[in-house]
């Protein structure tokens, strides 16, 4: 048993929904419990309606059983029920499910061929290793769901589904593939969840006194980018980035004709055509904060948003050799701030170059927290067959580890 | 008097014994009653309980009482559980007795059973097919809406297809994941396809509809209402001939409704349809009697209504009942998911498809395809005997297969044999098993026909032979069977007749040793017929039988040389007759002879003032001579000056010689004759000129650009230099001696362009080392060998020192997968080998995104990167030489200059005053820098601003105090943005100009 906030609520890492968890519905575990068709998971998951045990809603309580369930939430472990969430039916991480730890949703958001899932797939495969190395954390893989077998499975395998296996596996590497939208690829909608667990730092010990570690868990999503260009699909991910802690938004560089025309005819040859304007995507998502989180006109969003150009390799030959864009640098002991500035501020000043302004104006417009970073996932250009000889990651981490300082989790380097 | 059961009353179990909980029970009982003795309802019920008290303690305190009172609870629990399962399947039997039960009244039954049974026993007791829900009376059923129905139809249309199911080639029963599988496939199929035509356009459309169509159960079910309507709605000319008399009478009903059967409309559908049509014309309608709306069901595989008691579709053949392979629930064929367990049985239509095409391709001998669609099917429809049979016919055709080929072309190849050496007995039985296993066999004719000839030459050949036998012409009858073996090598008739006459033994064998082997003649065979030798060598005694010894040859002439004969060894030959494969009872026998052999591989290495000799020993050697004369070798022994040769040695040293002039030498064998008498060989010579010792070449530089290697040295004072190749290490040190036939032995020679370079092809070679010998005389050095890779080096290098760490990143050539890093502080590494620092993978780079290393304690370091990859046993490296693969960077002397501008106020004639700050850890003297600004944003490079401070060369910086410069720029109200740049790059390597940090946010406060 745990005591909870009374007003608290979690949110489904699946569906985004928020609910207190004495509303939290459950499933039994038991092995004879009775099959029935699961509407409701069926309904979220676009399939038809699979045949598991059956889904207790919380029952019916007098006043102090009510006030009793919004004080103590009890521990999944023991019990022969599993909680789920009330409006997917999909299993609640372990600790959220006692109400120990939040869930942290990281989006990750661009339009198509911004390179996300590459992105994605690097930055993950860094995460768990060189950077927890590096700034002291752990990052280490959790539950989510098998949407294929109707069962958990570790975010690592899932992992190594999408991206691992194209990435790092095998001798030849290939970048991975477009994502497919959401409506077809019903895979596509779980999230990776990882827990992060950092060392407390100075208001850990006012905020969470009985905890030795700040723990959250990352789940991070990896939204189709032909979903982003389309403003009723875009609809379908409002509660996605309304409940975000951080927005990470890519910006492929090459869809800048000011930028296309500085390139060797070589490579110009080999770029995908030009489609939706960032400016446009950071429109609509504003638009839908309007409309959906009732932001006024002309208010700020809260929520950090780091403004990511990717493909920065492409610019080498382009800014000067000196420019902080191509060169990594250490988050030894935490957030490298001044680093991470410079590439911001040269990065804007390389998208007012391009004759695209509009983005940066909306950033500063209409952003609390922005940030600009330049990033290189692959360090190379795929060839017609999507192979790469390599993958030479360049600054990948910039992004999330400043949501990550901003959010409190990890802290910054000393100046 | 009636008492109720205590177990039942106190809600105990009935085999409960224990006294404490049935005391317990009673006690939580008596106070459950004596709160409801007062109840309006339970009033009257509570006081009767709480007067059977005594007796309940009384009944249930006595063992035998309380025994006897448990198997009457026991008896009345079963009464009560049969007639709840009667009254259950009383409830069911009324609403079944139309032949299926559809979803609400399975979960109405749910509900009024709550509490006595669960969900799953109540599926249980059903025993007939349920179904979905059917739709209200007069509900319109959801359909696509018009424009998409459209637009499918169109599509469909060019592609020359009824339906979607009929473009994805699949039954419509098929379950929607293999629908969508399938359309996935059509779509990447269509996107890959280039010609862009209007049917390839059109297919990529329907598959982008099936997607969405598929996409879920209730989509799909909106299609399939769309198809049924169109098929009611293509009957609308049939309906209008029907009532052309005003009315549609029953007949004609009946034959609409079977029609749109025909069509998958089921019949109160159609019913309903045709009414309200008749209905819009004002025409009267007489509805037939006969199959009520629900006693059909569609054909899964071709959606064909037909009547429920039909167990086979009229229409296609299919069974329209599938028992479920995973709970043998017994479902209409057009059932997509099995009800009770959830399998999609919907499959079982495309399953059977699978089956029979794998039967067919199995019949035409295609197990690729066969084994495609077992799997296929097997990922369907789990164990099923059917599939099971199939995969074991497989397996067994697979093996015959394998065999039969395997027999076949073995066969074939002795055919061939039998063929190429006239064995054409043994063809003709051949020709026989490979026509039989392979008709098609292109040379089957050909050989039938020499093979015919052969024989028939052969066989007139034997009986004029036997004419000749019975004549008593021995001779000519033996020449006869000798030409009928010589038409066909294996003639039985032939070989029998010669074996009546053996043949005599050849005579006079002479063996005499020479240095190339023994030579061997005899005379020839006194008996007539085709004749051949058989030579049998034997050491240290004479062959008894032509198989005591080594057969040497078999051969039609009277003269062999034994090349293999061994040397310094007593060899004994015999020869025997061999005609017709006959052999003569006796031989011709030699003496035995000695071969004597040279030392082989004689070569002369000068140097100065000597002569280094080196040979190969011949086998058998009992000592060797050295003979040496100035000038022109010895002619023969005892010729010139002995050299001391201790033993038998393979190499001999000849020194205090005089440099120029020319020696030459005889090397002579010494052998041990038959008799231990001493036999010398002829002798091999050499020459050579003692001379002084050409210089070395250590400085070979190597580099490779498109394809082609160039290598350069500085030419030697004496001596020319050749460059050789080759795949391997050689042995031979820098410095080392050699002859010239051993240079030319160390790989190939690279023609040179020059007398200091040479240039070649590379033709995909990986690895390659390259050796320079300074030829000058016969006198050959081997100098420093060079060690180059092909394997592409790595690219784009780039090396930082950051916070003490030196930081490096490069670009991976292709096939790459680890690295070998030398650090060095005085020039580059050598090679991979040379000041290694790690071994990095390509697995770990990943994880990091770069190499980190300490930095060592030195004012500059070199780095070398050598791309690796693994080649057969060991390691190839590149030749890292490439500029992208090597860096110098400067460390100890590397400088970091803060710089600051800020804002100074008015600087009067229409312009504002700034002062540029600087700041270093140590003093430095600064190279020319300049300060570029550009309004409302960052300078990018020099040329992205305007120059507005120069600093010259040679400004000093104290260490930690600040060196102010002022300059002024045009007044404006827009705000400036300022850095500091090199005027020279190089000055970037070892100087870095780092703005001061101003935080705050990530627009920081401009400057205005």
């Known amino acids: 048993m745990r005591v909870i906030s009374p007003c608290g609520s979690v949110t489904c890492p699946y569906c985004f929904a928020q609910f207190h968890l004495s509303k939290a519905a459950r499933r039994s575990l038991s092995p004879s419990a009775v099959k029935e068709p699961d509407e409701v998971l069926g309904r979220f998951l676009s399939i038809p309606a699979p ?166 868990n990352l789940v991070i999503f990896d939204a189709a980018g032909e979903d982003m260009d389309d403003p009723t699909k875009l609809e379908h991910y409002y509660r996605y980035l309304l409940r975000a802690k951080g927005i990470i938004f890519l910006i492929d560089p090459l869809q800048y004709p000011g930028l296309r025309s500085q390139l060797p005819e070589e490579i110009r040859k080999r770029l995908p055509r030009i489609e939706t304007e960032p400016a446009e995507i950071v429109a609509k998502v504003i638009t839908m904060f309007e409309s959906r989180a009732g932001l006024p006109a002309g208010g700020k969003i809260n929520v950090p948003v780091a403004f990511v ?107 | 008097m009636f008492r109720p059961n205590y177990y039942l009353l106190l809600e105990l179990d009935c085999g409960e014994k224990s006294t404490a909980k049935i005391e317990a029970a009673i006690i939580a009982k008596q106070a459950e009653w004596s709160r409801d003795r007062n109840h309006p309802k339970k009033g009257r019920e509570a006081q009767q309980y709480l007067g059977l008290l005594t007796d309940i303690r009384k009944v249930m305190g006595n063992a035998e009482d309380r025994e006897k009172e448990s198997r009457e609870c026991r008896e009345l629990r079963q009464q009560a559980e049969k007639a709840a399962y009667a009254d259950l399947d009383r409830h069911i039997g009324t609403v079944a007795a139309r032949g299926h039960l559809f979803e609400s009244e399975v979960a109405q039954l749910v509900q009024q059973f709550k509490g006595r049974f669960i969900e799953a026993e109540i599926r249980k007791r059903i025993k007939v097919p349920i179904r979905k829900d059917s739709r209200p009376e007069g509900a319109s059923r959801p359909e696509l809406d018009t424009s998409t129905a459209k637009e499918i139809e169109n599509r469909l249309k060019i592609i020359a297809k009824k339906d979607l199911y009929d473009f994805l080639d699949l039954p419509q029963s098929t379950s929607h994941d293999q629908l969508l599988n399938r359309a996935r496939e059509l779509d990447s199929d269509a996107r890959k396809n280039n ?83 008749a209905s819009k014309q004002g025409w009267a309608v007489e509805v037939p009697h006969g199959d009520g709306p629900d006693r059909v069901h569609a054909c899964g595989a071709c959606g064909v209504i037909n009547a429920t008691e039909a167990t086979v579709c009229a229409s296609c053949g299919e069974p329209l009942w599938i028992a479920c392979p995973s709970c043998q629930t017994r479902n209409a064929s057009e059932t997509v998911i099995c009800p009770r367990c959830g399998f999609k049985v919907g499959n079982a239509a495309l399953v059977r498809r699978m089956e029979r095409d794998a039967q067919r391709s199995l019949g035409d001998g295609d197990f690729t395809a066969a084994e495609r669609y077992v799997r296929e099917a097997e990922e369907l429809w789990n164990d099923s005997p059917s599939l099971r049979k199939l995969r074991d016919q497989l397996h067994e055709h697979k093996l015959q297969n394998q065999e039969r080929l395997q027999k076949n072309a073995d066969t074939a190849k002795k055919l061939q044999d039998a063929m190429i050496h006239k064995r054409f007995a043994e063809a003709q039985a051949l020709v026989i098993d490979v026509a039989h296993c392979d008709p098609n066999y292109a040379k089957l004719n050909e050989y039938r026909g020499q093979i015919e000839k052969a024989i028939n030459e052969a066989h007139g050949h034997v009986d004029r032979a036997r004419l000749e036998e019975r004549n008593g012409r021995i001779d000519e009858a033996v020449n006869a069977y000798g030409d009928a073996l010589r038409a066909c090598d294996d003639y039985p008739d032939a070989q029998r007749g010669l074996e009546k006459h053996p043949p005599k033994p050849p005579a006079n064998l002479r063996a005499v040793a020479l240095v190339a082997g023994i030579d ?78 040279e030392v082989g591989e004689l070569t002369a290495t000068s140097g100065e003032n000597r002569i280094s000799l080196n040979w190969r020993l011949p086998g058998g050697v009992q000592g060797i001579e050295v003979w040496r004369n100035s000038g022109d070798a010895p002619r023969a022994r005892n010729e010139g000056a002995s050299l001391h040769v201790p033993g038998v040695v393979s190499t001999c040293v000849d020194d205090k010689l005089k440099n120029g002039t020319l020696y030459g030498y005889r090397v002579i064998t010494v052998f041990r004759g038959i008799n ?93 080392y390259l050796v320079p010998v300074t030829v000058s005389g016969t006198t050959a050095v081997v100098g420093q060998q060079v060690l180059m ?15 003490g760490r030196l930081i490096a990143q490069w670009q991976w050539p292709a096939d790459c997968s680890m690295v070998s890093i030398s650090l060095r502080t005085d020039t580059f590494s050598t090679g991979p080998e040379d000041s290694r620092i790690a071994l990095f993978t390509r697995h770990h780079y990943e994880h990091h995104g770069k190499f980190e290393h300490d930095v060592p304690q030195s004012a500059q370091i070199y780095l070398t990167v050598y791309a690796a990859l693994k080649d057969g046993v060991g390691w190839v490296y590149a030749s890292g030489t490439g500029s992208g693969a090597r860096r110098r960077c400067e460390v100890g002397t590397r400088q970091t200059v803060l710089y600051w501008v800020r804002g100074k106020g008015d600087g009067g004639a229409g312009k504002t005053r700034f002062e540029l700050l600087l700041k270093a850890d140590s003093e430095i003297t600064l190279p020319a820098l300049i300060l570029v600004g550009k309004p409302e944003g960052l300078p990018l490079a020099p040329t992205n601003g305007t120059v507005v401070l120069n600093l010259p060369n040679g400004t000093m910086c104290a260490e930690g105090k600040r060196v102010s410069l002022a300059f002024k720029i045009d007044r404006s109200d827009r705000f400036w943005r300022f850095r500091l740049f090199a005027v020279n790059e190089c000055d970037n390597q070892w100087l870095e100009l780092m703005e001061s940090d101003k935080l705050g946010g990530i627009f920081p406060p401009l400057f205005g």
């Open chain 2, 789 to 803: 890779s092909c394997l592409g080096d790595v690219q784009d290098l780039r090396v930082q020192v950051r916070d």
């Open chain 2, 195 to 277: 010609n862009k035509s209007a049917e390839v356009t059109a297919q990529a459309e329907l598959a982008g509809f099936c997607l969405r169509v598929f996409k879920s159960e209730e989509e799909r079910e909106r299609y399939d209402n769309t198809l049924a309507m169109c098929g009611l709605r293509e009957m609308d000319g049939q309906i209008r001939m029907a009532g052309a008399s005003k009315k549609i009478d029953a007949r004609a009903m009946e034959s609409l409704l079977k029609e749109a059967g025909s069509r998958g409309v089921t019949p109160d559908e159609a019913r309903a349809y045709i009414c309200a049509f």
């Open chain 2, 520 to 597: 061997l003649n005899w005379q020839a065979t006194p008996s007539r017929g085709p004749a051949k030798y058989v030579v049998v060598r034997k050491t240290g005694a004479p062959p008894v039988s032509h198989t005591d010894g080594k057969e040497v040859a078999v051969t039609s002439a009277t003269n062999i040389t034994d090349a293999d004969a061994p040397s310094g060894q007593p060899v004994f030959y015999a020869v025997y007759t061999d005609r017709g494969g006959v052999l003569s009872s006796s031989s011709a026998a030699s003496q035995g002879v000695v071969r004597l052999a």
């Open chain 1, 309 to 415: 150009l990717t493909k920065s390799d492409m610019l080498r030959g382009i800014v000067h050799s000196t420019s902080e864009i191509l060169r990594d640098c250490s988050h030894k002991g935490g957030f490298n701030r001044s680093s991470c500035q410079r590439v911001g501020e040269e990065v804007v000043e390389c998208i007012r170059e391009w004759d695209c302004p509009q983005l940066v104006d909306l950033a500063q417009r209409r952003f609390r927290h922005a940030s600009f970073f330049a990033v290189s996932a692959l360090g190379e250009l795929p060839d017609e067959k999507m192979r790469i000889k390599a993958v030479s990651p360049l600054r990948v981490g910039d992004p999330l580890l400043w949501i990550l300082w901003k959010s409190g989790y990890i802290p910054a380097q000393r100046i």
């Open chain 1, 51 to 216: 045949r598991l045990a059956h889904v207790e809603l919380p029952p019916p309580a007098k006043f102090w059983g009510r006030v009793k369930r919004r004080l103590i939430a009890n521990h999944d472990g023991m019990s022969d029920w599993k909680k789920i969430c009330p409006e997917c039916h999909l299993p609640l991480p372990p600790k959220t499910a006692n109400g120990e730890l939040s869930n942290d949703i990281f989006a990750i958001i661009g339009a198509r061929s911004a390179g996300k899932s590459n992105y994605f797939g690097v930055l993950l495969k860094l995460l768990q290793g060189h950077y927890a190395q590096e700034m002291d954390f752990s990052c280490y893989e959790q539950e989510t769901f098998s949407v294929k077998d109707l069962k958990p499975i570790g975010s690592s395998q899932l992992y190594r589904q999408r991206y691992g296996r194209k990435l790092f596996d095998g001798n030849e590497r290939m970048a991975v593939d477009q994502t497919r939208s959401a409506e077809t690829e019903v895979d596509s909608r779980i999230p990776l969840i990882y827990r992060l667990e950092c060392n407390r730092r100075w208001f850990h010990y006012i905020s969470r006194p009985l905890s030795h570690v700040a723990a959250t």
């Open chain 2, 676 to 768: 231990g008498e001493s036999l010398y060989s002829q002798g091999v010579t050499c020459e050579a000129i003692p001379s002084e010792l050409p210089k070395v070449v250590n400085d070979l530089s190597v580099t490779q650009d498109q394809g082609e290697l160039r290598a350069t040295w500085t030419p030697p004072s004496i001596g020319t230099v050749h460059v050789y190749a080759t795949p391997a290490k050689i042995a031979y040190s820098s410095g080392q001696s050699i002859s010239l036939v051993e240079a030319e032995k160390i790989g190939r020679r690279v023609p040179a362009v020059s007398n200091r370079e040479i240039r070649d092809k590379l033709n995909n070679i990986r690895l390659l």
